[in-house]
């Protein structure tokens, strides 16, 4: 494992017990737990650390490792409701991550949760629940929008994020997908229980790629994001996600092994 240099006093686990716990949870479509979620697994697999030196060491190793990124109860809408534990967004209005991302290569999941189905004739327009000169439509739409964003606050944050395919744009940028598009390959729209993939990259290109249940959206691709941006999603007319920051609760795997989760830098933790 290359761990136990780390930690004195403390003989690793028979190597058996490693590889099944691994191999099982593989089997069963996980990923790879972390090497603090390992440790803390060994009780329930009935081994032992042996020394409080070496329960010690376990317990730093875990506080140290770095977390990943969340969202924040700070960057929302007063009218969206977040459950921190789960990631599960839903009310009115648009919320950002807790920090900018700051590492080269990441990559998330946002899962579709709810999207009632709008009834009756309403304007179609991506905007429509925001739209009329910030009236609601008299239809309410259920919408989600998912990506990126620069910093958004105040009445920014009472809407759905700002796209760059915007006929007006706002005084901020966004790059994201949203609900009411068709989209290739199988020109349909985002529907219950989707899972939206968001692959971002500083220093290549394309900086932005999003992902539709395993499959590349290539015609969504983002050549330049510029600034300092966010993952951010945003959520009107009964809508409800889970935003996965962790790559446990990956349904599908990145682009490539590079796109890690996102971690929050030093200055944030």
Request: no cysteine; proline share 6%; net charge negative.
């Given at each position: 494992l290359g761990l136990w240099p780390l930690i004195p006093g403390v003989s690793p686990p028979p190597s058996y017990l490693y590889s099944t716990s691994f191999e099982?949870?593989?089997s069963s479509g996980g990923r790879e737990p972390s090497v603090a979620a390992f440790i803390a697994s060994w009780p329930s697999m009935g081994c032992c650390l042996g020394?409080?030196?070496?329960?010690?060491?376990?317990?730093?190793?875990?506080?140290?490792?770095?977390p990943t990124m969340t969202l924040s109860d700070r960057r929302k809408g007063p009218k969206v409701s977040l459950e921190a534990r789960s990631g599960k967004v839903s009310g009115v209005g648009a919320i950002l991550?807790?920090?900018?991302?700051?590492?080269?290569?990441?990559?998330?999941?946002?899962?579709?949760s709810k999207l009632p189905l709008p009834e009756g004739d309403v304007d179609?327009?991506?905007?429509?629940?925001?739209?009329?000169?910030?009236?609601?439509?008299?239809?309410?739409v259920a919408l989600c929008r998912i990506g990126v964003t620069e910093t958004l606050s105040g009445a920014l944050l009472?809407?759905?994020?700002?796209?760059?395919?915007?006929?007006?744009?706002?005084?901020?940028?966004?790059?994201?997908?949203?609900s009411c598009v068709?989209?290739?390959?199988?020109?349909?729209?985002?529907?219950?229980?989707?899972?939206?993939?968001?692959?971002?990259?500083?220093?290549d290109f394309p900086m932005l790629q999003f992902f539709l249940n395993g499959e590349h959206l290539g015609g969504c691709d983002v050549s330049r994001v510029s600034g300092t941006v966010y993952p951010a999603v945003s959520v009107s007319g009964g809508a409800v996600l889970h935003?996965?920051?962790?790559?446990?609760?990956?349904?599908h795997d990145p682009p490539?092994?590079?796109?890690?989760?996102?971690?929050?830098?030093?200055?944030?933790i």
């Open positions: 099982r949870q593989r020394t409080d030196a070496g329960l010690a060491a376990a317990d730093s190793l875990a506080e140290n490792e770095t991550s807790t920090a900018p991302i700051d590492q080269d290569r990441s990559y998330w999941e946002v899962e579709i179609d327009s991506p905007f429509a629940a925001d739209s009329h000169e910030g009236k609601e439509a008299e239809t309410p009472d809407r759905h994020l700002p796209s760059v395919d915007d006929d007006k744009q706002g005084p901020r940028k966004g790059w994201v997908v949203e068709l989209y290739a390959p199988a020109l349909q729209q985002l529907k219950e229980g989707d899972v939206v993939g968001i692959a971002v990259q500083l220093s935003v996965h920051f962790g790559d446990d609760k990956w349904a490539s092994a590079a796109f890690q989760p996102i971690l929050m830098a030093k200055d944030v």
